[in-house]
T-cell receptor, first 115, second 115 residues
Framework: AQSVTQLGSHVSVSEGALVLLRCNYSSSVPPYLFWYVQYPNQGLQLLLKYTTGATLVKGINGFEAEFKKSETSFHLTKPSAHMSDAAEYFC?????????????FGTGTRLQVTL | EADIYQTPRYLVIGTGKKITLECSQTMGHDKMYWYQQDPGMELHLIHYSYGVNSTEKGDLSSESTVSRIRTEHFPLTLESARPSHTSQYLC??????????????FGQGTRLTVV
């Protein structure tokens, strides 16, 4: 079975500071991993994804994530936080049911950015 | 920008009423999904479809039903709304390609309140 664990339901950083949101996955097969962002009262928007190839993935808004198979991790980072980054972030893995694939989401991490 | 639309965005309705949440996409995606999300919580898959006349129950049991008569349209219906149905409902779609690396595109959601 494939699942996703996000460590820390709330993360607070100062504007300009490093953002680090943690995601660990469990998968019996090579996973496809995603990070989504959700702003208040909005749907989810894809930030970045890892499928195959380069393990460091760059996404929109200056975010990037590194797939580390040995650590079963896919942490999301941004060198310098901006106030507009305040949102809910979800890590997700594609789960194969035997007949089709479905996305499984983590519980989410709310990012707060302070002045 | 994703072309997937949900209506209404907000709905307040009385107990016992029948409601239909609309979801349409113009991307020609075969796969469509409904997720339920309580405020500040994770997303739970309640229905999915892999094409016309194909619907399956998701991971979270739901009293709602869905239909897929046209590729672009995936409405969700509650025959008799109850306060326990109060939640946010997110619709998503993804392309049907070989492999599991197809990301899902989300609508903006419908926030349902049953009083």
């Amino acid at each position: 079975a494939q699942s996703v664990t996000q460590l820390g339901s709330h993360v607070s950083v100062s504007e300009g500071a490093l953002v680090l949101l943690r995601c660990n996955y469990s998968s019996s097969v090579p996973p496809y991993l995603f990070w989504y962002v959700q702003y208040p009262n909005q749907g989810l928007q894809l930030l970045l994804k890892y499928t195959t190839g380069a393990t460091l993935v760059k996404g929109i808004n200056g975010f990037e994530a590194e797939f580390k198979k040995s650590e079963t991790s896919f942490h999301l980072t941004k060198p310098s936080a901006h106030m507009s980054d305040a949102a809910e972030y979800f890590c997700a893995v594609t789960r194969w049911t035997g007949t089709a694939s479905k996305l499984t989401f983590g519980t989410g991490t709310r990012l707060q950015v302070t002045l | 920008e994703a072309d997937i639309y949900q209506t209404p965005r907000y709905l307040v309705i009385g107990t016992g009423k029948k409601i239909t949440l609309e979801c349409s996409q113009t991307m020609g995606h075969d796969k469509m999904y409904w997720y339920q999300q309580d405020p500040g919580m994770e997303l739970h898959l309640i229905h999915y479809s892999y094409g016309v006349n194909s619907t399956e129950k998701g991971d979270l049991s739901s009293e709602s039903t869905v239909s897929r008569i046209r590729t672009e349209h995936f409405p969700l219906t509650l025959e008799s709304a109850r306060p326990s149905h109060t939640s946010q409902y997110l619709c998503a779609s993804s392309a049907s390609r070989t492999g599991e690396n197809t990301e899902a595109f989300f609508g903006q959601g419908t926030r349902l309140t049953v009083v």
